[in-house]
């Protein structure tokens, strides 16, 4: 009789599916029970596994309880931890007690971002959610709001490990740390993805352009320029002396056989428009302790020489409102020569952008620096019919991946779009909300967003088709990267 079975002879597959739905800890102990268990444990945690969960809890341990309880509830053999607070919180206080609750052996990054975006982990509801800003001068009592962010994952055949960028050290030795780790792990300098956090007080583009000089295009990279953060490494290391971290993703060259395949997929939704002109930069005074550089420019083809009123006068001529009304960049195309350790100086163009801080008879004034004599640049805008027509053209891309077993996601999108920019919620992840609305997804509004690789399924051909090449680092534009599941072919 049924009622009469031995828990020995339930069905190995029964007692799998069981076992699957067992909480972490409870978990734990099961697979301590005989060797049989042990060998159904280890079974069902081969396969990869992608949690996400945000709590909006005021209170930074009942929030991280949420969304650790939801982390755990099911079984998991975490390898990496992403985590996104509210910047009312402390930033070391949570970076602890994430640790205390995932333990001290995985990389863990912690960071202060302007929003997040993911399911609930009490309600299970997805939601886009933007943080006030703040001046922590002006703030004299508890916030009455916060939130939190938690992505625990394990991806088969893959090792994950974080490289930090310290204070005092250059970016060669961060790039060839990054490629060395990668060519231990997977015998190839570049690994399959990376994902990058940026100090807000740091110019991050000199790191983008050398990882993008020493790596490959099928290097995907993602991530938020410009945050406060905290990490952890797998020994259980902590540092805050670090201005750039990367979670870097390289393959086992000796993948054991029938581990089934992960891969990663990328798209850019881009978020501005060129208005007017081509320049040409006449000459660039740069003023490094205030990180900006002072401008004079000709338009391409013309030889006058133009203050930055004059430009700032064409400009307004391509637009419908005043100046005032918009938040403007010039993007600087670029060509530079690098190189990494001993290997041969290789020349590279570029596209980055730079926010315009004001006009007068004598220069433009733009933020940032490496703008030289001879350089192009074009006037950009934020412009929201792009931004729409950009996340429809991801979207249809991305459901071209139906077919693929899709295991969770990533969304860095910049702090200037969501609800407010687009009048609507819940646009910048729709992408993949649309095509995978099951899927764990966790998001991030960042100070500037990091995307760039290849094969990158959403960007336009825009750049392209003016010969120009695409860019790492976005203004106004959501990053989204993806990841699929092939299940080993059975024999």
């Not at 000709?298 to 100046?323: C, W």
Request: charge should be negative; proline fraction near 5%; charged fraction near 20%.
């Amino acid at each position: 009789m049924v009622a009469e079975m031995g828990i020995s002879e339930i069905n190995d597959y029964l007692l799998q599916d069981i076992l699957s739905k067992l909480p972490a800890k409870s978990f734990a102990s099961a697979s301590c029970v005989n060797r049989a268990w042990n060998h159904i444990c280890a079974r069902i945690l081969c396969r990869p596994n992608f949690i996400s969960a945000l709590s909006l809890n005021a209170s930074l341990h009942e929030a991280v309880k949420e969304v650790t309880d939801k982390a755990l509830s099911c079984p998991i053999r975490p390898q990496f931890a992403i985590v996104s607070i509210c910047p009312f919180f402390n930033l070391n206080e949570a970076h602890g007690l994430i640790m205390e609750k995932l333990g001290t052996k995985i990389p863990i990054v912690t960071c202060a971002t302007g929003g997040i975006m993911g399911k609930h982990a009490l309600t299970d509801e997805f939601q886009e959610v933007k943080f006030p800003c703040y001046d922590t001068d002006d703030i004299f009592e508890p916030p009455s709001s916060g939130g939190i962010s938690l992505t625990v994952a394990y991806l088969p055949g893959f090792e994950v490990d974080v490289v930090p960028l310290l204070e005092g050290s250059n970016i060669n030795k961060f790039v060839m740390d990054t490629r060395n780790f990668s060519a231990t792990v997977s015998g190839c300098t570049s690994p399959e993805a990376i994902i990058i956090f940026g100090d807000s007080q740091s110019d991050m583009k000199p790191v983008i352009e050398n990882l993008d000089c020493a790596l490959t295009e099928e290097t995907i990279i993602a991530g938020n320029e410009s945050c406060s953060f905290k990490y952890s490494t797998h020994r259980g290391n902590e540092s805050s002396d670090a201005y750039t971290v990367a979670l870097v993703f390289a393959r086992h060259k000796n993948m054991f056989n029938g581990a089934g395949k992960i891969e990663f997929h990328f798209a850019v939704g881009a978020g501005v428009t060129a208005l007017g002109p081509i320049y040409r930069v006449v000459s660039a005074k740069i003023r490094r302790n205030e990180f900006t550089t002072w401008l004079t420019a000709k338009r391409e083809g013309e030889n006058e020489i133009l203050d930055g009123h004059e430009m700032l006068d064409d400009l307004e001529l391509e637009m419908a409102e005043p100046l005032s009304s918009y938040d403007l960049y010039i993007g600087v195309r670029k060509r530079r020569k690098y190189s990494v350790g001993s290997e041969q100086i290789k020349s590279m163009m570029s596209l980055t952008y730079h926010p315009i801080q004001e006009g007068d008879e004598q220069y433009l004034y733009v933020g940032g620096w490496d703008i030289k004599t001879g350089d192009s640049f074009s006037f950009y805008t934020p412009d929201v019919n792009r931004a729409l027509t950009s996340c429809g053209t991801v979207a249809k891309n991305f459901g071209k991946l139906k077919h693929k077993e899709m295991i969770g996601g990533f969304v860095f999108a910049c702090c200037g779009r969501g609800e407010t920019f687009f009048g609507k919620p819940n646009v910048d992840s729709s992408p993949i909300l649309d095509n995978f609305p099951t899927i764990p997804l966790a998001g991030m509004y960042c100070g500037a967003e990091i995307g760039g690789g290849s094969p990158n399924l959403g960007n336009s051909n825009e750049e392209h088709e003016q010969d120009f090449p695409d860019t790492h680092l976005h203004v106004y534009s959501t990053i989204y990267l993806l990841m699929s599941y092939s299940s080993p072919s059975r024999p």
